[in-house]
């Protein structure tokens, strides 16, 4: 995610045009289905330690709720055209407002983790959620290409970004959300055969059904039959989703294997960052493209450097990601409480800040 954005903001514009460069992009556009996906299953593991506290409305249904609404804030924050409510009740470009409400992968999985939830709440049942989820994750599929394809101006501004990359949005609902749905039915699958100890079994399922899904999906796109108008496999068609869902299953049954052999700490830089990802993903952002900040990758080189000086940036960056992650996670273990303090006392800072600023 961090090289992603590093080579995005600052790689010069002719070495882009390079076949290398095509390739590279194509691997980095496995690491957002990647994230949604583990978002999804991280829900999954939640869902089964939890269900009975959602589904009867109790305490850790609301704080599971009010973290995802936290999730959402921070996500548009992210776009604010200025840091201060002042100039932003004054704003009257319909321009900015539309950098405002585009969605990006945030807001996209805070949504779909929302709707999930009550779908769980809803149905009540796991096995009736499953087959829910699974339901709407293959409509939201199988549906994007034409739903990407309608005009939604006349819709109202901020739920427009949600259907369409038409006004700005990285990761509309249609086709992303599925990324994440599909991690949480996975992950339940997962989680139920573990209990039985055939979670090799599954793994295995899992790998062929993705090398098929691939092959097919290939198969299909080399068809000259399409039901869509103006199919394009590289948009939001069914065919690129499977390839890319079973590039992300085939890196899930790689990673497991992985532990396997060799097990992972709970020191691990993969466990930290994991653990503290809404922390390294708001910072990195920050210092590749500042939004509203003076200072950024993007501001102080341009896109002005070559695969070398990227690297240096990219791996500098990892580890202040590190240190920084590294210090919250440590504080936190430390006590718990001063850690509230520390970061209710930031964000009330922040959110003083943008009240009283007037410039």
């Not at 496995?30 to 829900?43: D, Y």
């Not at 202040?320 to 996670?329: D, L, R, V």
């Not at 009330?348 to 943008?354: D, K, M, N, P, R």
Request: glycine share 6%.
């Amino acid at each position: 995610m961090i090289e992603t954005h590093v080579v995005n903001a600052v790689l010069r514009s002719d070495i882009k045009d390079q076949t290398f460069f095509k390739i590279l992009t194509f691997l980095n556009g496995l690491v957002a289905p990647s994230f949604l996906f583990c978002a999804g299953f991280a829900l999954a593991i939640t869902l089964q330690r939890k269900w009975n506290d959602y589904v009867m409305f109790r305490k850790p249904l609301w704080k599971y709720t009010f973290r995802l609404i936290f999730i959402l804030i921070v996500g548009y924050s992210l776009h604010l055209p200025f840091f201060s409510l002042t100039r932003l009740l004054q704003l009257t470009d319909e321009k900015l407002w539309i950098s405002f409400f585009q969605v990006d992968i945030l807001q996209t999985i805070a949504s779909t983790l929302l709707l999930l939830v009550f779908l769980a709440i809803l149905t009540r049942r796991h096995a009736i959620f499953i087959s829910t989820s699974s339901i709407i994750a293959v409509i939201i599929i199988f549906i994007s290409p034409i739903i990407r394809s309608m005009d939604h101006s006349s819709l109202p501004i901020w739920f427009r970004s949600y259907l369409s990359p038409q006004f700005k949005s990285q990761f509309p609902l249609f086709p992303w959300s599925a990324f994440l749905i599909s991690g949480t039915i996975l992950g339940y699958g997962f989680l139920k055969l573990k209990e039985r100890g055939k979670e090799r079994k599954f793994i295995n399922t899992i790998t062929l059904f993705a090398v098929v899904g691939i092959l097919l999906s290939l198969i299909a796109e080399i068809i000259p039959i399409t039901i869509y108008a103006n199919h394009d496999f590289w948009r939001a068609s069914p065919e690129f989703f499977f390839v890319r869902l079973g590039l992300v299953v085939l890196g899930l049954a790689g990673l497991w294997w992985y532990e396997q052999k060799r097990k992972i700490s709970s020191q691990s830089i993969f466990t930290l960052f994991g653990m503290e990802s809404l922390l390294v993903y708001v910072v990195h952002l920050l210092v590749v493209y500042g939004y509203t900040y003076e200072w950024s990758f993007i501001r102080y080189f341009g896109p002005t450097l070559n695969y070398l000086g990227c690297f240096g940036l990219f791996i500098g960056l990892c580890v202040a990601m590190y240190i920084i992650a590294f210090i919250w996670h440590r504080l936190k273990e430390w006590n718990i409480r001063i850690a509230k303090v520390v970061q209710f006392a930031v964000l009330a800072g922040i959110v003083l800040t943008f009240i009283f600023k007037t410039t």
